[in-house]
């Protein structure tokens, strides 16, 4: 087929023609391109330009998913007009197969000597996606370097390059800070930001839903708590393990709500507040996109069972939900891909890779609470489907001060290369002799101290005696329960203001926009003027009414 490149695209190709193939400096090349913008295409426009010229005479790709492992599949073939056959660890000998390949990280793991044997007897190209997950002396990154070494060229990818652990990936340089490193002219770099100023990815607003809590204990106590403020214990009760964790507001948050029959949704409770305000964005976005469709990522299969039920109460449709323990849960999702259903519930399956280009509004209840987690979902959402495009993509978040720091960092976009991790400490110090080195090493190199992990934190059960993991909620040996008893109750959740493009909006300014928006978006595209129409698919309908108040002040003076 012939290629259609976005310019960045083509600027990624030229970039690694002349490192890989003009200055030979390096074998490795790395991307580092927002969520969505494109960089499948463009790693296949490299592999195609490298078999063109002679350079390469086989493809592995490595992929995080098995769900991703078959869009590459299909993509490579179709952009190169040669075939990709999936591998598992179980193929064994895949060097006689002739073809170009493509597995998952883990596979990799249990195909290490075939590949390091395909390496050898053929100049391979090796493209690996989301390549955050090969950290240093980790199983997986251990695998790939071994498998790899002898590969003749390497096209690293990936659109979060940190590591919540601070770990450093293989093939990749850092500095002394633990940050990004690899040499500029061996590097591509294209930002969220800059992906949404050049259309490439639509931008995302953030909507903070709200919640406050109250917890009434089995001892008759009360307590209260928010996002963003933590439920104050009273100091009886602060000794008890584990109970000011389990008070937790995200915890709560993540707590289904039933009616008094204890097996229907509470339609009043906290997520079903947010999937009604979802659902209803989703409806008004099917007027314009007809097959515009929502994500849920869930914490856990029985909240995603619990969602999925809220959302059949609320529409009246049932969502198709995909989990680990499901059969076929692949299918399910390439079923939804290729559908006009308007929700897919997901368990840590609809993440990192997996391209839905229709979705358009996300419901964000993870088990993760990274940054590297958050922003790979965003990635889900942005997608665009062309110039003409004009819709948006909705996060619909708890307002909760980890996810609301994460979403500012989005809007306001620094270089990735310099971008640090929040919160997380770039260095240590060595214990023996006091010398501060970066995070994420292993042995000091001034004194060759050996760090390692410290011991299982453990708690002993008051009735059997036995030792249990602090993060367990019962004894591991008898069941009893480490955390009193508690009834949780709703007091309110509201929608509590958005964050989009850098601007931080009240409540009363989302919905003065979200009310304006149609009236002002079909005058607008029905005057025919071109410039007016560019000015208002940049500017989100969110801020039109911080706008409008703007434009009354100024014409009142």
């Not at 999702?333 to 997996?354: N, P, Q, T």
């Not at 911080?546 to 100024?554: D, G, H, P, V």
Request: overall charge negative; aromatic content about 6%.
């Amino acid at each position: 087929m012939e290629l259609k490149l976005r310019p960045w695209q083509q600027e990624a190709l030229q970039k690694a023609h002349r490192w890989l193939l003009e200055k030979r400096q390096d074998k490795h090349f790395l991307i580092n391109a927002a969520p969505g913008s494109g960089k499948t295409l463009a790693s296949c426009a490299i592999a195609k330009m490298l078999i063109d010229k002679g350079e390469i005479d086989r493809i592995v790709v490595i992929a995080p998913r098995k769900e991703v492992v078959s869009q590459w599949a299909e993509d490579f073939s179709r952009v190169t007009g040669r075939f990709m056959g999936k591998v598992t660890a179980r193929d064994g000998n895949i060097g006689d197969l002739g073809w170009d390949v493509c597995a998952t990280w883990s596979a990799i793991q249990g195909l290490q000597p075939e590949m390091q044997a395909v390496c050898c007897n053929k100049r391979v190209l090796v493209i690996c996606d989301e390549h955050h997950h090969a950290a240093v002396e980790a199983s997986w990154g251990n695998s790939a370097d071994a498998a790899f070494a002898d590969a003749a060229f390497v096209l690293v990818l990936t659109g979060t390059p940190m590591r919540s652990d601070g770990a450093h990936s293989v093939w990749l340089a850092y500095d002394d800070a633990g940050a990004l490193d690899h040499p500029d002219d061996g590097t591509y770099t294209l930002t969220y930001g800059e992906a949404v100023d050049l259309g490439y990815c639509r931008p995302v607003t953030f909507h903070r839903h709200a919640g406050r809590f109250t917890v009434d204990l089995e001892d008759g106590t009360e307590v209260r708590g928010s996002g963003h403020e933590s439920a104050e214990l009273p100091p009886s009760l602060k000794r008890i393990p584990g109970l000011q964790r389990t008070l937790d507001f995200y915890r709560l948050a993540c707590t289904p709500l039933f009616e008094r029959d204890g097996s229907t949704p509470l339609l009043s409770g906290y997520q079903a507040t947010m999937v009604d305000f979802a659902s209803a964005k989703l409806t008004e976005l099917r007027h314009r996109m007809p097959d515009a469709g929502g994500l849920v990522i869930a914490p856990s299969i029985e909240m995603a069972e619990y969602i999925a039920r809220v959302i059949e109460l609320v529409e009246g449709e049932s969502p198709i939900v995909v989990h680990s323990y499901l059969p076929n849960a692949s299918q399910r999702i390439k079923a939804f891909r290729k559908s006009d259903r308007r929700w897919l519930v997901s368990v840590a399956m609809v993440s990192e890779g997996v391209d839905i280009r229709r979705l358009r509004v996300l419901v964000y209840l993870p088990s993760a609470l990274t940054e590297l987690a958050f922003r790979q979902a965003m990635g889900r959402v942005v997608r665009s489907l062309g110039p003409n495009d004009d819709t948006r993509a909705y996060v619909v978040m708890p307002s909760f001060q980890a996810f609301e720091d994460y979403a500012k960092r989005i809007e306001d976009e620094m270089r990735p290369s310099h971008r640090e991790e929040p919160g997380a400490p770039r260095s240590k110090v060595c214990p023996v002799c006091q010398v501060e080195v970066p995070l994420g090493t292993r042995v000091c190199p001034s004194c060759e101290h050996e760090f390692v992990q410290g011991p299982e934190r453990l708690k002993s059960c008051s009735d059997c005696g036995s030792l249990n993991p602090m993060n367990v909620t019962h004894c591991q040996v008898c069941g009893k329960a480490f955390s009193p008893d508690f009834v949780l109750s709703l007091d309110d959740a509201l929608r509590q203001g958005a964050i989009v493009r850098g601007m931080e909006l009240d409540e009363a300014q989302v919905l003065a926009g979200e009310r304006i928006a149609p009236v002002v978006r079909e005058r607008v595209l029905s005057s025919g003027d071109e410039a007016l129409v560019r000015i208002v698919r940049a500017l989100p309908e969110e801020s039109w009414g911080r706008l409008r108040e703007i434009f009354a002040e100024a014409a009142s003076k």
